[in-house]
């Protein structure tokens, strides 16, 4: 059975197609993102009978179109909407959205005697020579008329060499555009594959542009859904673009959806600042108990997952589950007591957490473990602080997390979702784990590796202080972006041995330090810094940071996962110094761990 369809359709069918909601272009509400150099590219093209590329749809069941009907075969147009709406803008002269949500008009200028396209400027608009706006000259004027009034403006001009390009010009509405159908009945990952075999570009399309471009078809109501879970994505990075929103888009102002967001016009917090993506994911682990954001696709078309059939009667409580998940997941106490948890567990700054899917996976089963009455909120907070920080330390977010994601959910509700996380805990987190597995782990050059980062974590939930620092909290240095130090100079090791990357950067040589202390050691081994803050202390007189105490001084070290052996630490017994301390380390990420 063949996978898809490819035909040629004129320009004029496409725009006729778009207007009248058969191929529904999700993108008409997001910014777009051509500049009008790349407009005038692509009616150029046009005009010389060069190919734009095709455009690609794939069956939508249950669609909504304008008045409320539903349709039997609307087609998303799920590649090519940049193009199209740059045709609708400069051919049907409809305004687009711009960058803050306002729309604007593209206006396209055409000179017949030179053949030439161009944007329209002021000078272009005081010369006769020129067509202002092509989207006037397509809007219904009958050419001859049109031809007669430009040689009157235009005495002399070779009315020939006119005709031919007034003639090629009114051509373009039937210029031909290649459209791929693909079949209705291909799933959501056969559908991407195809669409990465097909377009030249290779530019993968994931399953949660699928769920958006479905979510837009269901008429103003998705159409709303989908511009809440742009907008809230947008207002999370850029709380000050609430008022263009709310200005620009009229239809969206009018709903509940606004006021619900509304709240992230004053917040500037970067922990959680999630993408369409990480929206859809959790929406359909929260609302639809799915791990793949494509099932969302199959729920929102009424396929009844035992059937494998489609039943229409099922897709507006579908929707009305979305929606439902999707106000639960903008609500603004929700969304800060969640961040509160993460902060608390010591994960303070977004560059802390290298892994989305585990913070979604988090944000998920706080929503969800809401609906349990009788869990408190500490307990709760227990909860999703463990789950969180076990699913860094285990990789349980990557790879095919998806499927994961769901066996986790049948668990919980199973046993109980405390429950089923102790059982994970001692079937993933026993002592060959801690003992074993996380030293192992420790054995990297990355700094963004989740034990690192949960090691880091454990510093700030501690409040320890940084490496030979007096005062200063790692906290404080994570915020403040402060340095990184090597314990053992790099230079020094690569003088003495050690010259790759990957021996002197390991992650069991660093520890957070305040600037002034990092460039006093300079390359300096710790066998000679470490004697000038013994001097210190029993002298009193300051050379390496503030410490000047010996009980504060062990404590010190302690809190930074330090050898006993530091003060003998040079480049001949630096792998027996990354051993011992990447085993200090595992220890200290341990007791953080069950003391959450």
């Not at 397509?138 to 001009?157: A, D, I």
């Not at 009424?302 to 494998?308: Q, S």
């Not at 993460?342 to 988090?362: E, Q, R, V, Y």
Request: charged share 25%.
């Amino acid at each position: 059975m063949a996978k898809y369809e490819v035909k040629q359709t004129a320009v004029s069918q496409v725009l006729a197609d778009v207007r009248s909601d058969k191929i529904a272009i999700p993108e008409l509400q997001r910014p777009f993102v051509w500049k009008t150099p790349q407009v005038r590219d692509l009616i150029d093209s046009l005009y010389h009978g060069y190919p734009v590329g095709y455009l690609i749809t794939w069956q939508s069941v249950g669609a909504k179109l304008k008045g409320g009907e539903v349709a039997a075969h609307q087609q998303i147009l799920i590649d090519g909407q940049q193009r199209v709406t740059a045709l609708r803008a400069a051919i049907a002269g409809q305004p687009v959205v711009g960058r803050n949500y306002q729309r604007k008009r593209i206006a396209i200028s055409f000179n017949p005697v030179t053949e030439e396209f161009a944007t329209r400027t002021p000078a272009i608009d005081r010369s006769n020579q020129w067509i202002h706006d092509i989207a006037e000259f397509f809007s219904g004027t009958r050419q001859l008329t049109f031809l007669r009034q430009y040689f009157e403006k235009n005495p002399g001009v070779d009315e020939d060499t006119v005709e031919v390009a007034i003639g090629k010009l009114a051509a373009i509405e039937h210029a031909q555009v290649g459209v791929i159908s693909l079949a209705d009945d291909l799933d959501v990952e056969t559908v991407a594959e195809i669409f990465v075999r097909i377009n030249a570009k290779g530019v993968p399309l994931s399953s949660a542009d699928f769920v958006m471009s479905k979510i837009a078809t269901y008429g103003e109501e998705g159409r709303n859904l989908r511009k809440l879970i742009d907008y809230f994505c947008h207002l999370a990075v850029a709380g000050h673009a609430f008022d263009d929103i709310s200005a620009n888009d009229q239809e969206f102002a009018a709903t509940d959806h606004l006021k619900k967001i509304s709240w992230l016009k004053g917040q500037s917090d970067e922990l959680f600042q999630p993408e369409y993506t990480d929206i859809i994911r959790v929406a359909g682990l929260v609302g639809f108990s799915r791990g793949k954001a494509g099932a969302i696709v199959s729920e929102l078309s009424g396929l009844d997952p035992e059937t494998r059939k489609v039943d229409e009667s099922r897709i507006p409580g579908a929707y009305a589950r979305l929606s439902e998940t999707l106000n639960e997941m903008v609500r603004q106490t929700h969304v800060e007591r969640f961040v509160m948890m993460i902060k608390s567990a010591g994960f303070i700054d977004a560059s802390m957490i290298g892994s989305k899917n585990a913070l979604n996976f988090a944000y998920a089963l706080y929503l969800r473990t809401r609906q349990n009455e009788a869990m408190t909120e500490g307990e709760r907070s227990r909860l999703v602080k463990r789950w969180f920080v076990m699913s860094l330390l285990t990789g349980r977010a990557v790879g095919s997390f998806e499927s994961i994601w769901e066996t986790d959910l049948r668990r919980i509700e199973e046993h109980g979702a405390p429950q089923y996380l102790s059982m994970l805990e001692q079937s993933e987190l026993g002592e060959g784990f801690w003992t074993g597995a996380l030293p192992q782990l420790l054995m990297t050059p990355s700094r963004r590796s989740p034990a690192f980062q949960t090691y880091l974590a454990a510093r700030v939930h501690s409040g320890g202080r940084g490496f030979l620092s007096k005062s200063i909290a790692v906290a404080h240095m994570i915020e403040g972006h402060g340095d990184i130090h090597h314990i053992v100079p790099k230079n020094h090791l690569i003088r003495n041995g050690f010259p790759k990357a990957g021996d002197y950067n390991q992650v069991a040589n660093f520890a957070l330090t305040e600037t002034p202390i990092n460039i006093g050691i300079k390359d300096h081994p710790p066998s000679e810094y470490m004697q000038w803050v013994d001097e210190q202390v029993q002298t009193g007189c300051l050379r390496l940071g503030e410490i000047n105490d010996a009980e504060d001084l062990a404590e010190n070290l302690s809190e930074n996962a330090i050898p006993s052996f530091i003060r003998e630490v040079t480049a001949e017994n630096y792998e027996d110094f990354l051993r011992e301390r990447r085993r200090l380390m595992a220890d200290m990420i341990r007791q953080y761990y069950e003391a959450l």
